[in-house]
Nanobody, 123 residues
Framework: QVQLVESGGDVVQPGGSLNLSCVTSGLIFDYYSIGWFRQAPGKGREAVSCISNVDSSTYYVDSVKGRFTVSRDDAKSTAYLQMNRLNPEDAAVYYC????????????????WGKGTLVTVSS
């Protein structure tokens, strides 16, 4: 049974940082690219960042470039999203997802999803 479990969501002030983790089980982690997506209340789900299983190449949506960093530790079957200089527009439920092989970082192409972790940015 494949499981993806996100953690690290919290309440943080504007300008603060969080590090999200996505622990996976039941799949061969290094066969999968990992994506981070988010959904704010009343909005559609948005691809935030992805990291390839092939060469660890990365994708970031423009709004987070220079502030967020995605990484993976294949030995731990875990992916991370380091988020710095958070602003209220970053508040959302953050999901990790796994895509077999290289990914287009599109939510309709992902094979497995976690249940999400809530990030709140508020003073």
């Amino acid at each position: 049974q494949v499981q993806l479990v996100e953690s690290g969501g919290d309440v943080v002030q504007p300008g603060g940082s969080l590090n999200l983790s996505c622990v996976t089980s039941g799949l061969i982690f290094d066969y999968y690219s990992i994506g981070w997506f988010r959904q704010a209340p009343g909005k559609g789900r948005e691809a935030v960042s992805c990291i390839s299983n092939v060469d660890s190449s990365t994708y970031y949506v423009d709004s987070v470039k220079g502030r967020f960093t995605v990484s993976r530790d294949d030995a731990k079957s875990t992916a991370y999203l380091q988020m710095n200089r958070l602003n209220p527009e970053d508040a959302a439920v953050y999901y990790c997802a796994a895509d077999l092989g290289p990914t287009l970082c599109s939510d309709d192409g992902m094979d497995y999803w976690g249940k999400g972790t809530l990030v709140t940015v508020s003073s």
